[in-house]
Every structure is written in C-alpha cells, then in structure tokens.
Antibody, heavy 117, light 113 residues
Framework: QVQLVQSGAEVKKPGASVKVSCKAS????????IHWVRQAPGQRLEWVGI????????NYAQKFQGRVTMTRDTSTSTVFMDLGSLTSEDTAVYYC??????????WGQGTLVTVSS | DIVMTQSPDSLAVSLGERATINCKSS????????????LAWYQQKPGQPPKLLIS???TRGSGVPDRFSGSGSETDFTLTISSLQAEDVAVYYC?????????FGQGTRLEVK
C-alpha cells in the first residue's frame, strides 16, 4: 500500500534551519511528484513547493524562495524539505503529499515544526 | 495567484440531513483543452492529514462514500453531503490544481446540530 512516512517533530530557534524527510513506499517513487504543504495553527493549508523525484525539477512558492530547498534520494525513495531562516511564523505542521497530474491523493502524517527562542 | 473562497466558514447540520459547502475561485480552473475542472475537495479531521474526497470537481476518490458529491464548473463549485453521518464532522477544504502555487480555501467547519 502507498505510504508517505515523515520524520519526527522538531523544535528550532529563530534563525535556524530545519530538514524534514518524507519516505515513500508502495509505488514507483519516480513516477509521482511530491508537494510540501504546511498548516499553521488555525490557518488554511499553504503550498510550499513541488519536487519531481524523476528529474529533480523543483518549483517553490514565491514567499519561500531563497530559503527553501527540496531534494530527493532515489536510493531510499525519500524527499527532503530544508527550510532556513526560521521565524515564529514558520511554526506549523508540514505535510508531504503525492500528485500525478491530479489532486493530492496520499499525504504523509505531518511533521510539527516549532520555532521558539 | 488563484484565490479560493469558501462559504460558509462553519456549518451545523442535523444527522441525516444535507450539507452543502461552496467554493469560489478568483479565476476559472477549467482547462479548455480537456474540458476538466482542476478542483479538488479534502476532508480533514483533528490530528490527521487531509484526505482526498473529490478530484476533477466531481470524481469521488477511492473508497469515498457515495453520499459525497461534487459539482460546478469554471469558478463556482459545491460539495454536497447528502445525508450527514457523525463521522463526517471535519473541516473541508477546496483546492485548485490548475496552476502553481496550488491554493486552498480557508476551510469550512462542519458540525452536528
């Protein structure tokens, strides 16, 4: 069965970086795009960006340009999201989600990132 | 960016009754070359990730009960739950995947009256 399993919760200080992983299983890793979406407390879902595991193409939301990097490791079927220059406004649950020219059909369980001094 | 606006923000419906949630996009999400609306609906329960209910505005996802249906085209869309069950209590989001950035509505909280 398709699964996206994310890394555990993180607590970071302002100005630091965080790297969240998303390990895929149950399907051909390079056949589906992976998106990252975040949800701050009480806020709507917010798209962070997309990575194509096949060719490493990435596209980031403008508000994250310059401080987000998405990568993948095809040997472990894992994608990573690295977000830097953290502020309290980055406190959120971060999700990875799978797409194939369509809506997001499978989601990771979410990773809570807390930014606090 | 395409702005997605849902109405109402919250809704209370009696068990067995119909629930209707609306979603409006700031521009059309109908792709003319294939006549498909790039619009999805998700259900999110507390502590869980969103679950895909509907894609292409009206196609139910795998395993989604047939009491859930989607309709609409271009800029105006509706999610209908024909007979509310207790397990349908959740927040519902619409999303456009017509272009990037993918954008979501603000969510509609559905409760039992």
């Amino acid at each position: 069965q398709v699964q996206l399993v994310q890394s555990g919760a993180e607590v970071k200080k302002p100005g630091a970086s965080v790297k969240v992983s998303c390990k895929a299983s149950g399907y051909t890793f390079t056949s589906y795009y992976i998106h990252w979406v975040r949800q701050a407390p009480g806020q709507r879902l917010e798209w962070v960006g997309i990575i194509n595991p096949s060719d490493h193409y990435t596209n980031y939301a403008q508000k994250f340009q310059g401080r987000v990097t998405m990568t993948r490791d095809t040997s472990t079927s894992t994608v990573f999201m690295d977000l830097g220059s953290l502020t309290s406004e980055d406190t959120a649950v971060y999700y990875c989600a799978r797409e194939f020219g369509d809506a997001f059909d499978y989601w990771g369980q979410g990773t809570l990132v807390t930014v606090s001094s | 960016d395409i702005v997605m606006t849902q109405s109402p923000d919250s809704l209370a419906v009696s068990l067995g009754e119909r629930a209707t949630i609306n979603c409006k996009s700031s521009q059309s999400v109908l792709f003319s070359s294939n006549n498909k609306n790039y619009l999805a609906w998700y259900q999110q329960k507390p502590g869980q990730p969103p679950k895909l209910l509907i894609s292409w505005a009206s196609t139910r996802g795998s395993g989604v009960p047939d009491r859930f249906s989607g309709s609409g085209s271009e800029t105006d869309f509706t999610l209908t739950i024909s007979s509310l069950q207790a397990e349908d209590v959740a927040v519902y989001y619409c999303q456009q995947y017509y272009n990037t950035p993918r954008t979501f509505g603000q969510g509609t909280r559905l409760e039992v009256k």
